[in-house]
Nanobody, 122 residues
């Protein structure tokens, strides 16, 4: 059974860092692009970053450029989102999702995790 489980969220002060994990099971991570998305209260879900099966990344959100990075460890079947210099506006539920193919460009994300809450506040 295909499953994506996010973890690593929590409360952090502005300027702090968090690393989110997306643990995959039920499929081989190597063959698929994985994306991170977020949804803030009262706002639509937006893409953050995506990583191809080959390891190349695509940035979906200008607001996180230079602060967030995405990586994958296929041996652990896990994708990470490293978030640095966090701001209050980064507060959201963060989701990971599996694309139907290997690439982020034009990807169709068909499977989603349950999300993990990130709150950036004093």
């Amino acid at each position: 059974q295909l499953q994506l489980v996010e973890s690593g969220g929590g409360l952090v002060q502005p300027g702090g860092s968090l690393r989110l994990s997306c643990a995959a099971s039920g499929f081989t991570l190597d063959y698929y692009a994985i994306g991170w998305f977020r949804q803030a209260p009262g706002k639509e879900r937006e893409g953050v970053l995506c990583i191809n099966s080959s390891g190349g990344s695509t940035n979906y959100a200008d607001a996180v450029k230079g602060r967030f990075t995405i990586s994958r460890d296929n041996a652990k079947n896990t994708v990470y989102l490293q978030m640095n210099s966090l701001k209050p506006e980064d507060t959201a539920v963060y989701y990971c999702a599996k694309a139907r193919g290997r690439r982020c460009f034009g990807a169709d994300f068909g499977s989603w995790g349950q999300g993990t809450q990130v709150t950036v506040s004093l």
